[in-house]
């Protein structure tokens, strides 16, 4: 598979959420927050301000640390999100930021499990072109700066999966 990702600067971007470990096999266990997120805003006048995601913190082999995020506005004072302050909210919820930074995007409709192998071409792509990501390795796997796969297919509009469209994104050290 050929990969040539877009490099792109971001600004920080706010979100709630809810985290898991999950493997692929578990992964709806935390795929399924989104849309009860999605809900806790809403019973909270909050709108999202952008298509859902999930951020990959750590990843070791089969086992994931994934954020099921919506993204939010946030108001000018002090990084508080509409007067929720960053860190655990309620309902197991917590307000985080990507980090602002460049970032390497790949664009593509196609069923998720196509984005591993997207994912393993962006990481030769970069390695060719002299690209390191934000990422340390630890014990536990290794942990991102910002590795997110972006939903922009509303699955309750389009129900084939094959017809999804995905971006990838990663944070450039």
Do not use: K
């Not at 849309?35 to 089969?62: M, N, Q, S």
């Not at 197991?92 to 591993?116: K, N, S």
């Not at 030769?124 to 630890?138: F, K, L, V």
Request: glycine letters at 10%.
């Amino acid at each position: 598979m050929s990969v040539t990702p877009a490099l792109v600067p971001r600004e920080a971007e706010p979100y709630v959420a809810a985290t898991g470990t999950v493997t692929a096999e578990t992964f709806p266990r935390i795929a399924d927050r989104m849309p009860v997120i999605i809900g806790w805003l809403a019973e909270h006048g909050l709108a999202p301000a952008g298509a859902p995601f999930f951020r990959y913190r750590v990843i070791d082999g089969e086992r994931l640390t994934v954020d099921a995020a919506v993204p939010v506005a946030v108001a000018a004072a002090g990084g508080v999100l509409d007067g929720l302050p960053r860190g655990p909210v309620a309902d197991g919820f917590f307000v985080d930021a990507l980090p602002a930074g460049r970032y390497a995007t790949v664009r593509r409709v196609g069923h998720p499990d196509q984005l591993f192998a997207v994912a393993d071409a962006a990481d030769r792509w970069a390695a060719a072109a002299g690209i390191t990501w934000d990422r340390t390795e630890g014990d536990d796997g290794v942990h991102w700066g910002a590795r997110i796969e972006r939903f922009h297919s509303n699955p309750m509009e389009e129900p084939d999966p094959s017809r999804w469209d995905c971006e990838l994104a990663i944070l450039t050290a």
